[in-house]
């Protein structure tokens, strides 16, 4: 039977990248002339999409300017986190190697779905060594909304899948959402910015990855 399991990057297999974070700032600033505090902004679980428009409508921005510059706003922020990266936006979160290194070996599949836009993802997932596991990915530039990333990964995955059998992991409540919108499992795990009681709505909650055990037997592995 083919089984997918699709993580959220920031606070459930990395912490969150400064260099990321302060690339909004940076593209709002040169792209659009605005300032803006994204260190204060509620960002977790949104995607990179959101986060801008988040952020620019607070300066009130209207939304054909933040739309008709986003192409050129994204680049810069691709170039901004390549020129800046360092080991402090790759770092993987306790036992994520040895869980993902399990599960690789079983039968499910491995993905991503990711509010980071795919080229930071990717650069992120590259530096970290962990890259080789995952098949397929739904990023934040295929959309602005979390829980249509799931389609997207589904689509880059490229074989049939039957709904029940996707599992979302995520460390916010937005990630738990997603999966419930997108009609698949939801996993939290609580290394994220939320405790694991922000999380009761997912099908499973762990506290983080040492409790492979628990996941392992979810999964029926
Ligand atoms: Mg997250």
Redesign the pocket.
Known sequence: MVKLLLF?????LMEESPTHTASFNYICQSIYGVQTEIESFPR??MTDTGILYGLLKKENVEDDQIRNSMKKAFSAMVEYVSANLKPDDYKLLDNVSAVLDKLHNSEYSLGILTGNLQAIASLRLEKSGISSYFVAGGYGDDSRVRSELVNHAIQRFGKSIERENIYLI???PL?IRAARDASVNAIGVAT?VYKSSDLSGADLVLENFREEKKLFEFLKI
């Open positions: 959220d990057i920031d606070g459930t977790h679980g995520g460390d916010t990630d994220g």
